[in-house]
């Protein structure tokens, strides 16, 4: 490698101490990067402040939409399905018994095919069925 390269390189990458990255972490101290040029330094740093003010009004806002718009509007789906639900289910609970056999969709060849037993219950019923709901005639 070129001598001029290493010294452009090392020119770019500032130089930290090892208590000064210890105390900041992750951070840098942009105060000691910027030193040897001052004007660049404050601009830069007034673009990191600005830009950390920016965030913080961003994230307030997104905070205030989450809780005052988002939540109530959940609040009321929820409470919406929630009757639509206990209407459906007391209708399919009111009709199960009254409707006959022939009422009831055909048991197709492909559908409830068992190569493996399951390992709860009888064996024979998924972990999601329902009785009221679904058929299974054999």
Do not use: C
Request: zero cysteines; charged letters at 25%; glycine letters at 4%.
């Amino acid at each position: 490698m070129s001598s001029s390269f290493l010294r452009a390189a090392h020119r770019v990458r500032p130089t930290f101490t090892g208590r000064v990255a210890a105390r900041n972490g992750s951070r840098r101290n942009y105060h000691q990067i910027y030193d040897i040029n001052a004007a660049k330094g404050k601009q830069f740093l007034d673009e990191q402040q600005a830009i950390h003010h920016h965030a913080a009004s961003t994230a307030s806002m997104w905070y205030k939409v989450s809780l005052y718009v988002a939540l109530p509007l959940v609040t009321v789906a929820l409470i919406r399905s929630f009757k639509q639900e206990t209407e459906h289910i007391s209708h399919v609970i009111h009709h199960a018994h009254d409707e006959p056999d022939e009422d009831l969709p055909p048991e197709l060849p492909y559908q409830n095919i068992r190569r493996k037993d399951f390992f709860w219950g009888d064996g024979d019923k998924t972990m999601f069925w329902n009785d009221l709901t679904n058929v299974h005639r054999s």
